[in-house]
Protein backbone atom coordinates (compact mmCIF):
# COMPACT_ATOMS: atom_id res chain seq x y z
CA UNK A 1 0.00 0.00 0.00
CA UNK A 2 0.91 3.68 -1.07
CA UNK A 3 2.19 5.74 2.14
CA UNK A 4 1.86 9.35 2.36
CA UNK A 5 3.36 11.21 5.70
CA UNK A 6 1.50 14.79 6.21
CA UNK A 7 2.86 16.55 9.11
CA UNK A 8 0.23 19.34 9.57
CA UNK A 9 1.74 22.75 11.07
CA UNK A 10 0.09 26.41 11.95
CA UNK A 11 1.25 29.06 13.22
CA UNK A 12 -1.16 30.38 14.84
CA UNK A 13 -1.73 28.23 18.21
CA UNK A 14 -3.63 29.11 20.55
CA UNK A 15 -1.63 27.72 23.82
CA UNK A 16 2.19 27.71 22.09
CA UNK A 17 2.00 31.08 18.84
CA UNK A 18 4.61 30.18 16.56
CA UNK A 19 5.29 26.42 18.07
CA UNK A 20 6.57 25.00 14.95
CA UNK A 21 9.31 27.50 14.57
CA UNK A 22 10.59 27.21 18.05
CA UNK A 23 14.43 25.88 18.21
CA UNK A 24 15.15 22.68 20.06
CA UNK A 25 19.00 21.97 21.21
CA UNK A 26 19.66 18.13 20.61
CA UNK A 27 22.49 16.43 22.98
CA UNK A 28 25.49 17.84 20.95
CA UNK A 29 24.21 21.29 21.10
CA UNK A 30 22.57 21.89 18.02
CA UNK A 31 19.89 23.76 17.43
CA UNK A 32 16.52 22.96 15.20
CA UNK A 33 13.55 23.75 14.99
CA UNK A 34 10.28 21.73 16.41
CA UNK A 35 9.08 21.40 12.65
CA UNK A 36 12.54 20.04 11.50
CA UNK A 37 12.98 17.72 13.75
CA UNK A 38 9.56 16.73 13.49
CA UNK A 39 10.51 15.96 9.42
CA UNK A 40 13.64 14.30 10.51
CA UNK A 41 11.34 11.77 12.66
CA UNK A 42 8.71 11.50 9.26
CA UNK A 43 12.10 11.17 7.26
CA UNK A 44 13.40 7.94 9.62
CA UNK A 45 10.20 5.68 8.97
CA UNK A 46 10.49 2.59 6.59
CA UNK A 47 8.38 2.14 3.42
CA UNK A 48 6.71 5.52 3.05
CA UNK A 49 6.24 6.58 -0.51
CA UNK A 50 6.72 10.70 0.11
CA UNK A 51 7.06 13.06 3.61
CA UNK A 52 5.14 16.44 3.11
CA UNK A 53 4.80 19.83 5.38
CA UNK A 54 1.25 20.44 5.47
CA UNK A 55 0.75 24.21 6.65
CA UNK A 56 -0.85 27.49 5.99
CA UNK A 57 1.63 30.17 7.10
CA UNK A 58 4.32 31.29 4.48
CA UNK A 59 6.94 31.73 7.96
CA UNK A 60 6.48 28.08 8.20
CA UNK A 61 6.64 27.08 4.76
CA UNK A 62 9.94 29.28 4.00
CA UNK A 63 11.86 27.34 7.23
CA UNK A 64 10.65 23.97 5.80
CA UNK A 65 11.68 24.38 2.67
CA UNK A 66 15.03 25.28 3.92
CA UNK A 67 15.58 22.50 5.27
CA UNK A 68 14.49 20.11 2.08
CA UNK A 69 11.00 19.26 2.72
CA UNK A 70 7.96 19.39 0.56
CA UNK A 71 5.55 21.98 1.59
CA UNK A 72 2.08 21.60 0.73
CA UNK A 73 0.28 24.92 1.49
CA UNK A 74 -3.12 24.34 2.85
CA UNK A 75 -6.34 26.39 3.74
CA UNK A 76 -5.88 28.77 7.05
CA UNK A 77 -10.21 27.85 7.45
CA UNK A 78 -8.56 23.71 8.71
CA UNK A 79 -9.40 23.17 12.06
CA UNK A 80 -7.33 20.79 12.93
CA UNK A 81 -4.55 18.47 11.66
CA UNK A 82 -6.95 15.97 10.21
CA UNK A 83 -8.48 18.74 8.51
CA UNK A 84 -5.38 19.72 6.95
CA UNK A 85 -4.03 16.23 6.36
CA UNK A 86 -7.32 15.51 4.02
CA UNK A 87 -6.68 19.15 2.38
CA UNK A 88 -3.02 17.88 1.29
CA UNK A 89 -3.62 14.52 0.46
CA UNK A 90 -6.61 16.42 -1.88
CA UNK A 91 -4.30 19.10 -3.26
CA UNK A 92 -1.37 16.45 -3.67
CA UNK A 93 -4.38 14.26 -6.29
CA UNK A 94 -5.11 11.60 -3.68
CA UNK A 95 -4.50 8.11 -4.40
CA UNK A 96 -2.41 7.11 -1.38
CA UNK A 97 -3.70 3.97 0.13
CA UNK A 98 -2.92 4.88 4.08
CA UNK A 99 -2.00 8.92 4.91
CA UNK A 100 -0.10 9.09 7.92
CA UNK A 101 -0.63 12.42 10.21
CA UNK A 102 2.78 12.65 12.10
CA UNK A 103 1.93 15.87 14.32
CA UNK A 104 4.01 18.32 14.52
CA UNK A 105 4.75 18.72 18.18
CA UNK A 106 5.97 14.96 18.73
CA UNK A 107 9.88 15.18 17.60
CA UNK A 108 10.63 11.95 19.30
CA UNK A 109 8.36 10.12 17.81
CA UNK A 110 10.66 6.97 17.22
CA UNK A 111 10.16 5.53 13.70
CA UNK A 112 8.79 1.97 15.02
CA UNK A 113 5.86 3.80 16.48
CA UNK A 114 4.89 4.85 12.78
CA UNK A 115 5.81 1.56 11.02
CA UNK A 116 3.52 -0.66 13.55
CA UNK A 117 0.80 1.95 13.32
CA UNK A 118 0.54 1.72 9.31
CA UNK A 119 1.23 -2.77 9.80
CA UNK A 120 -1.56 -2.38 12.34
CA UNK A 121 -4.08 -0.51 9.92
CA UNK A 122 -3.30 -2.94 7.23
CA UNK A 123 -4.17 -5.78 8.51
CA UNK A 124 -7.41 -4.29 10.23
CA UNK A 125 -9.90 -3.53 7.44
CA UNK A 126 -12.73 -3.28 9.49
CA UNK A 127 -10.90 0.51 10.85
CA UNK A 128 -11.03 3.56 9.37
CA UNK A 129 -8.28 5.17 11.47
CA UNK A 130 -5.38 4.03 13.69
CA UNK A 131 -3.37 5.49 16.28
CA UNK A 132 -0.41 4.31 19.06
CA UNK A 133 -0.67 4.13 22.39
CA UNK A 134 1.84 3.70 25.22
CA UNK A 135 1.83 2.63 28.63
CA UNK A 136 2.76 5.01 30.91
CA UNK A 137 5.38 4.00 33.60
CA UNK A 138 5.58 5.86 37.40
CA UNK A 139 7.52 8.58 35.40
CA UNK A 140 5.05 9.44 32.50
CA UNK A 141 2.24 8.98 34.52
CA UNK A 142 3.45 11.44 37.29
CA UNK A 143 4.00 14.39 34.82
CA UNK A 144 0.28 14.09 33.19
CA UNK A 145 -1.18 14.09 36.65
CA UNK A 146 1.54 16.76 37.57
CA UNK A 147 0.45 19.01 34.22
CA UNK A 148 -3.06 18.85 35.51
CA UNK A 149 -2.48 19.98 39.56
CA UNK A 150 -1.14 22.84 38.33
CA UNK A 151 -4.14 23.51 35.24
CA UNK A 152 -1.62 22.69 32.21
CA UNK A 153 -3.07 20.76 28.95
CA UNK A 154 -0.22 18.34 29.35
CA UNK A 155 -0.83 14.77 27.25
CA UNK A 156 -3.75 12.74 26.09
CA UNK A 157 -4.43 9.42 27.64
CA UNK A 158 -6.59 6.89 25.98
CA UNK A 159 -9.26 3.76 26.61
CA UNK A 160 -9.93 0.41 25.02
CA UNK A 161 -11.88 -2.49 24.92
CA UNK A 162 -10.81 -6.04 24.29
CA UNK A 163 -10.17 -5.47 20.63
CA UNK A 164 -8.10 -2.59 20.66
CA UNK A 165 -11.24 -0.35 19.98
CA UNK A 166 -10.52 3.27 21.12
CA UNK A 167 -13.62 4.20 23.90
CA UNK A 168 -12.64 7.24 24.75
CA UNK A 169 -9.97 9.78 24.90
CA UNK A 170 -9.06 12.55 27.41
CA UNK A 171 -7.04 15.47 28.38
CA UNK A 172 -7.72 14.19 31.97
CA UNK A 173 -5.87 11.20 33.08
CA UNK A 174 -8.15 8.02 32.22
CA UNK A 175 -8.66 5.76 34.28
CA UNK A 176 -9.06 7.52 37.77
CA UNK A 177 -6.69 5.20 39.77
CA UNK A 178 -6.17 5.81 43.50
CA UNK A 179 -2.67 3.40 43.53
CA UNK A 180 0.90 5.21 43.60
CA UNK A 181 3.51 4.74 40.95
CA UNK A 182 6.89 5.25 40.87
CA UNK A 183 9.50 5.18 38.30
CA UNK A 184 9.80 2.80 35.83
CA UNK A 185 6.39 0.82 37.05
CA UNK A 186 4.34 -0.32 35.07
CA UNK A 187 0.83 1.34 35.65
CA UNK A 188 -2.63 1.22 33.53
CA UNK A 189 -2.88 4.18 31.95
CA UNK A 190 -2.09 4.93 28.34
CA UNK A 191 -0.84 8.10 26.69
CA UNK A 192 -1.49 8.55 23.34
CA UNK A 193 0.76 9.23 21.04
CA UNK A 194 -0.09 11.89 18.59
CA UNK A 195 0.16 10.16 14.98
CA UNK A 196 -3.09 8.66 13.07
CA UNK A 197 -2.91 6.65 9.72
CA UNK A 198 -6.09 6.67 8.08
CA UNK A 199 -7.44 5.14 5.15
CA UNK A 200 -8.57 7.47 2.84
CA UNK A 201 -12.40 6.91 2.41
CA UNK A 202 -12.66 7.85 6.38
CA UNK A 203 -9.62 10.81 6.04
CA UNK A 204 -12.41 12.37 3.47
CA UNK A 205 -15.48 12.33 4.93
CA UNK A 206 -13.96 13.81 8.30
CA UNK A 207 -13.97 17.45 7.57
CA UNK A 208 -17.77 17.06 6.34
CA UNK A 209 -18.66 15.94 9.60
CA UNK A 210 -19.80 18.79 12.50
CA UNK A 211 -17.86 19.40 15.33
CA UNK A 212 -19.52 17.04 17.81
CA UNK A 213 -19.89 17.97 21.45
CA UNK A 214 -17.33 15.67 23.20
CA UNK A 215 -14.33 16.98 20.34
CA UNK A 216 -15.45 20.51 21.36
CA UNK A 217 -15.54 19.83 25.06
CA UNK A 218 -11.64 18.23 24.95
CA UNK A 219 -10.61 19.67 21.91
CA UNK A 220 -9.27 16.37 20.64
CA UNK A 221 -9.81 15.47 16.66
CA UNK A 222 -10.12 11.82 16.97
CA UNK A 223 -13.10 12.03 18.68
CA UNK A 224 -15.21 13.23 15.79
CA UNK A 225 -14.81 10.25 13.99
CA UNK A 226 -15.76 7.87 17.24
CA UNK A 227 -18.39 10.83 17.64
CA UNK A 228 -19.68 9.57 13.52
CA UNK A 229 -19.15 5.83 14.13
CA UNK A 230 -16.09 5.16 12.71
CA UNK A 231 -13.60 2.69 14.71
CA UNK A 232 -10.57 3.92 16.04
CA UNK A 233 -7.94 1.51 16.44
CA UNK A 234 -5.61 1.68 19.46
CA UNK A 235 -2.20 0.53 18.26
CA UNK A 236 0.37 -0.51 21.91
CA UNK A 237 3.45 0.64 20.94
CA UNK A 238 7.05 -0.52 22.70
CA UNK A 239 9.20 2.24 24.25
CA UNK A 240 12.85 0.45 23.79
CA UNK A 241 14.35 2.49 26.27
CA UNK A 242 12.93 5.66 24.39
CA UNK A 243 11.63 8.57 26.19
CA UNK A 244 8.81 9.98 24.33
CA UNK A 245 6.24 13.51 24.92
CA UNK A 246 5.19 16.46 22.93
CA UNK A 247 5.43 19.61 22.79
CA UNK A 248 2.67 20.88 23.96
CA UNK A 249 3.48 24.14 26.11
CA UNK A 250 6.28 26.39 26.71
CA UNK A 251 6.92 24.37 29.82
CA UNK A 252 8.04 20.98 27.57
CA UNK A 253 11.08 22.37 25.93
CA UNK A 254 13.23 22.33 28.37
CA UNK A 255 11.91 18.52 29.49
CA UNK A 256 11.95 17.50 25.49
CA UNK A 257 15.92 18.89 25.38
CA UNK A 258 16.70 16.78 28.66
CA UNK A 259 14.84 13.84 26.82
CA UNK A 260 17.07 14.02 23.90
CA UNK A 261 20.56 14.64 25.93
CA UNK A 262 19.49 11.82 27.86
CA UNK A 263 19.27 9.61 24.73
CA UNK A 264 21.93 10.89 22.78
CA UNK A 265 19.55 12.50 20.26
CA UNK A 266 21.46 15.40 18.26
Known amino acids: MSVLIAIPARYASTRYPG ?22 AAKSVSGVDRVVVA ?18 MTSESCQNGTERCAEAHEVLGGGYEIIVNLQGDAPLTPQWFVEDLVSSLRAAPEAGVATP ?13 NDRKHDRVGGTTAVFGRDRSAMYFSKEVVPFTSQTYTGDAATPVFHHVGVYAYR ?13 PLEQLEGLEQLRFMENGRKVLCVEV ?29
Open 238 to 266: EARGRQFWELNNPQDVPKIEEMMAAMGLE
Open 200 to 212: PDALAAYPGWPIG
Open 55 to 72: TDDDRIREVSEGFGAEVV
Open 19 to 40: KPLVPLTGAKGDSMTLIERSWR
Open 133 to 145: VLRCDGNALNSLL
